[in-house]
């Protein structure tokens, strides 16, 4: 088992809908939870970061954590064109600074 | 601020040649990381500094593979000798606070070895 899974997509929606991207993760010890963009050719992007269960909004975007089932998501509302890009999901593991990502998933938000 | 960065943005080399990437992380930012990212195997942890001490080498995937940091604005990441399959981008990032704050990326190395 890989210590963080996403399902690599492609995750297709139209304009305007809400886009819904999910992550799992192994240790149960996990503290910090984030989730990068990543457009074609570019470098990965922070735009949210989670610690505690529940949800944390920030314009569009929504981060959802729950530790008791190891799951972590981000959902974008109003999903636009330029929201067309890989999503990573990154997990602190209880290791000093020391992140896992995700193998990420594609979005496709259709005009 | 100028973000972290990394150079060259582009390097073709043949097989059996040194590559040497190079990074310079924020200014403040105490933690250094080296990934590579392949659309098999994703983004690959190799190596992670803190205040420029090696913490976490066990992702470095061979010998041919070495990383240093010699002070806090610089690291870099040689590969000697070089072989296709270490064909990738590669990533220097850099954070603080124990990256409670998540890392920034430099813009990456697309490293091509033929």
């Known amino acids: 088992q890989k210590e963080v899974e996403q399902n690599s997509g492609p995750l297709s929606v139209p304009e305007g809908a809400i886009a819904s991207l999910n992550c799992t993760y192994s240790d149960r010890g996990s503290q910090s939870f984030f989730w990068y963009r990543q457009y074609s050719g570019k470098s990965p992007e922070l735009i949210m970061s989670?610690?505690?269960?529940g949800d944390k909004e920030d314009g569009r975007f929504t981060a959802q954590l729950n530790k008791a089932s190891q799951y972590v998501s981000l959902l974008i509302r109003d999903s636009q064109p330029s929201d067309s890009a890989t999503y990573l999901c990154?997990?602190?593991?209880?290791?000093?600074?020391?992140?896992?990502f995700g193998s990420g998933t594609k979005l496709n938000v259709k005009p | 601020d100028a973000g972290v960065i990394q150079s060259p943005r582009h390097e073709v080399t043949e097989m059996g040649q040194e590559v040497t990437l190079r990074c310079k992380p924020i200014s403040g930012h105490n933690s250094l990381f080296w990934y590579r990212q392949t659309m098999m195997r994703g983004l690959e942890l190799l190596i992670y500094?803190?205040?420029?001490?090696?913490?976490?080498d066990s992702g470095m995937p061979e010998d041919r593979f070495s990383a240093k940091m010699p002070n806090a604005s610089f690291s870099t990441l040689k590969i000697q000798p070089s072989e296709p399959r270490d064909s990738a981008v590669y990533f220097c990032?850099?954070?603080?606070?124990?990256?409670?704050?998540?890392?920034?990326f430099g813009s990456g190395t697309r490293l091509t070895v033929v």
């Open positions: 990032a850099s954070t603080v606070d124990r990256g409670l704050r998540g890392y920034t």
């Open positions: 989670i610690y505690s269960n």
């Open positions: 990154a997990v602190n593991m209880n290791n000093f600074n020391k992140f896992y």
């Open positions: 500094f803190n205040n420029n001490v090696p913490i976490d």
